[in-house]
């Protein structure tokens, strides 16, 4: 059989090392990449993708929780890794895993510099996450003198990086915004410059930001769904290359009559006699209930065939009246032609939703 005989996310390292070289070319030679592995490397394979990213050559990993780092540890990934996003909770394991936290507010702040200290850690690598117009999470401004009477009193971390993250990168309509985010960016730092003595690291721009905003690279980017294969707009796509497809294949096929219905609370009704197949993959692997009812199209024989009725747990019906296919055939749910962004975007949704909800279930297969 030519197909992998069930439901599989396919993962092609190849266009992963694609996309990174072709991200490396939008940014100078000397500064560093970060690549963001978070949410199971964007719903991929976390390890396989740092193991890659680590060949390559990238000079940092992020992910947003302790626990995400902590099982890249534990498959040998030596390269440094930001934790995006820790809680107290977990200082101690982070540091028992050289694990290096963004830290956004003073509270979170000063508890790392009293694990660390308890630990007898010194100079331990952290960096701080200021905010500058998103509101998500980050200090201000105003928190400068007392990050630096902290910093100057405490040799258990040292202040690797100072980061951002922009608001709207992808929306040229926003530039007004961002760039008074990267002013803010500016202004931050060179106070923080002033007081401390010294310019620690420092980085601001996602995927969309590296494609729009080069100019402030400083000295590194971080680059999630652009490594994934996406530039969050047409021209960036066509020079990216999607690294994860999901593909299944027909179980069942039904031929039904005029009136006769399919699936859950009969929500499909055929006009006509109409051909169906049923496949092995629901809304438990990360086919979401809003893909149902003629939303989502997949891929047969590169032919599309509408979702009909509603997405079940652990299958889905197609219609497949004017497609010639077997049970047995290949089906790309998203691809390298159908791609996730369009598969997403018919559900009013982004890339990102859809490619981090494909859950574990989901047999992971890799193209070297
Ligand atoms: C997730 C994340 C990124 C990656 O953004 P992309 O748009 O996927 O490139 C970068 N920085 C921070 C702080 C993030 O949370």
Same mark, same amino acid.
């Given at each position: 059989?030519?197909?992998?005989?069930?439901?599989?996310?396919?993962?092609?390292?190849?266009?992963?090392?694609?996309?990174?070289?072709?991200?490396?070319?939008?940014?100078?030679?000397?500064?560093?990449?970060?690549?963001?592995?978070?949410?199971?490397?964007?719903?991929?394979?976390?390890?396989?993708?740092?193991?890659?990213?680590?060949?390559?050559?990238?000079?940092?990993?992020?992910?947003?929780?302790?626990?995400?780092?902590?099982?890249?540890?534990?498959?040998?990934?030596?390269?440094?890794?930001?934790?995006?996003?820790?809680? @107290? &909770?977990?200082?101690?394991?982070? %540091?028992? =895993?050289? #694990? /290096?936290?963004? *830290?956004?507010?003073?509270?979170?702040?000063?508890?790392?510099?009293?694990?660390?200290?308890?630990?007898?850690?010194?100079?331990?690598?952290?960096?701080?996450?200021?905010?500058?117009?998103?509101?998500?999470?980050?200090?201000?401004?105003?928190?400068?003198?007392?990050?630096?009477?902290?910093?100057?009193?405490?040799?258990?971390?040292?202040?690797?990086?100072?980061?951002?993250?922009?608001?709207?990168?992808?929306?040229?309509?926003?530039?007004?915004?961002?760039?008074? @985010? &990267?002013?803010?960016?500016?202004? %931050?730092? =060179?106070? #923080? /410059?002033?007081? *401390?003595?010294?310019?620690?690291?420092?980085?601001?721009?996602?995927?969309?930001?590296?494609?729009?905003?080069?100019?402030?690279?400083?000295?590194?980017?971080?680059?999630?769904?652009?490594?994934?294969?996406?530039?969050?707009?047409?021209?960036?796509?066509?020079?990216?290359?999607?690294?994860?497809?999901?593909?299944?294949?027909?179980?069942?096929?039904?031929?039904?009559?005029?009136?006769?219905?399919?699936?859950?609370?009969?929500?499909?009704?055929?006009?006509?006699?109409?051909?169906?197949?049923?496949?092995?993959?629901?809304?438990?692997?990360?086919?979401?209930?809003?893909?149902?009812?003629?939303?989502?199209?997949?891929?047969?024989?590169?032919?599309?065939?509408?979702?009909?009725?509603?997405?079940?747990?652990?299958?889905?019906?197609?219609?497949?009246?004017?497609?010639?296919?077997?049970?047995?055939?290949?089906?790309?749910?998203?691809?390298?032609?159908?791609?996730?962004?369009?598969?997403?975007?018919?559900?009013?949704?982004?890339?990102?939703?859809?490619?981090?909800?494909?859950?574990?279930?989901?047999?992971?297969?890799?193209?070297?």
């Amino acid at each position: 059989m030519s197909n992998a005989g069930e439901t599989v996310l396919e993962i092609d390292l190849k266009a992963l090392e694609h996309n990174y070289q072709y991200l490396k070319t939008k940014i100078k030679s000397n500064t560093k990449f970060l690549g963001v592995v978070k949410a199971f490397a964007y719903g991929s394979d976390s390890v396989a993708i740092a193991k890659k990213l680590e060949a390559l050559g990238a000079d940092y990993l992020a992910v947003a929780y302790t626990s995400e780092g902590v099982a890249l540890r534990e498959a040998g990934i030596k390269m440094p890794i930001l934790v995006l996003h820790p809680q @107290q &909770i977990s200082f101690a394991t982070m %540091i028992e =895993k050289s #694990l /290096e936290p963004s *830290l956004y507010s003073l509270a979170i702040f000063t508890a790392f510099i009293e694990t660390a200290n308890k630990l007898g850690e010194s100079e331990y690598p952290i960096h701080l996450k200021f905010n500058t117009g998103l509101n998500r999470i980050g200090f201000e401004k105003k928190d400068i003198d007392l990050i630096v009477d902290h910093l100057k009193q405490n040799n258990a971390i040292a202040l690797r990086s100072i980061f951002s993250h922009l608001a709207a990168s992808e929306d040229l309509e926003e530039k007004a915004f961002t760039l008074r @985010q &990267i002013h803010r960016f500016e202004e %931050i730092s =060179k106070d #923080l /410059e002033t007081k *401390l003595g010294y310019m620690p690291l420092r980085h601001l721009l996602n995927t969309s930001g590296i494609i729009n905003y080069a100019n402030a690279q400083y000295d590194m980017v971080r680059s999630g769904i652009g490594i994934y294969g996406f530039g969050n707009e047409a021209s960036e796509d066509k020079k990216l290359r999607p690294v994860a497809s999901l593909k299944t294949i027909i179980s069942q096929i039904h031929t039904i009559e005029a009136k006769d219905t399919v699936g859950y609370n009969r929500a499909f009704t055929a006009e006509k006699t109409t051909v169906t197949a049923t496949l092995p993959l629901g809304h438990a692997d990360g086919l979401g209930r809003q893909y149902g009812n003629k939303v989502g199209q997949v891929l047969i024989h590169g032919k599309l065939a509408p979702i009909i009725g509603n997405v079940c747990m652990d299958m889905v019906m197609i219609d497949i009246t004017d497609i010639p296919c077997k049970e047995g055939d290949e089906v790309i749910v998203f691809g390298k032609e159908n791609t996730a962004d369009w598969l997403a975007t018919s559900a009013n949704t982004i890339s990102y939703e859809l490619l981090t909800g494909i859950s574990q279930r989901v047999k992971r297969i890799y193209i070297e």
